[in-house]
């Protein structure tokens, strides 16, 4: 590889963009900065770059219906009853919690229908 990455981040592309900056800056607790509202918005969380921008109209069929679980974005925490209060109190619908061989999970999904992996590691692999 002759080039060098120096940055990655997501960014997830969508034609309802301002219900999405609304639901990340309710479910993260921080307004997007920079944003550029009706075509940009990012928010920065421990070792990642969330950004949400709207496609240019040519490129809007691409983004136009969402589809259920086609992006996952996962947030390890080191509670997970706190992140289940803190979603009842912003009245967010939470479902049951998933045991998995490494630990616990919440998904919850985002207006476009991208999943959330609420993580919390087993503590005896941690």
Not at 101 to 122: A, C, K, Q, T
């Amino acid at each position: 590889m002759n080039w060098q990455c120096t940055e990655a981040f997501v960014a997830l592309g969508s034609i309802a963009l301002d219900s999405l900056v609304s639901f990340y800056s309710q479910l993260l607790g921080q307004q997007p900065s920079p944003y550029q509202p009706g075509v940009y918005a990012e928010f920065r969380l421990p070792g990642l770059r969330l950004a949400i921008f709207l496609p240019k109209t040519d490129y809007q069929t691409e983004f136009g219906q969402a589809q259920t679980g086609s992006m996952s974005i996962c947030l390890q925490v080191t509670n997970l009853a706190e992140v289940i209060r803190e979603l009842e109190a912003i009245d967010y619908p939470v479902g049951n919690i998933i045991t998995a061989s490494h630990g616990r999970e919440l998904y919850i999904y985002d207006p476009d229908g991208n999943r959330l992996i609420f993580y919390e590691p087993r503590q005896d692999i941690a």
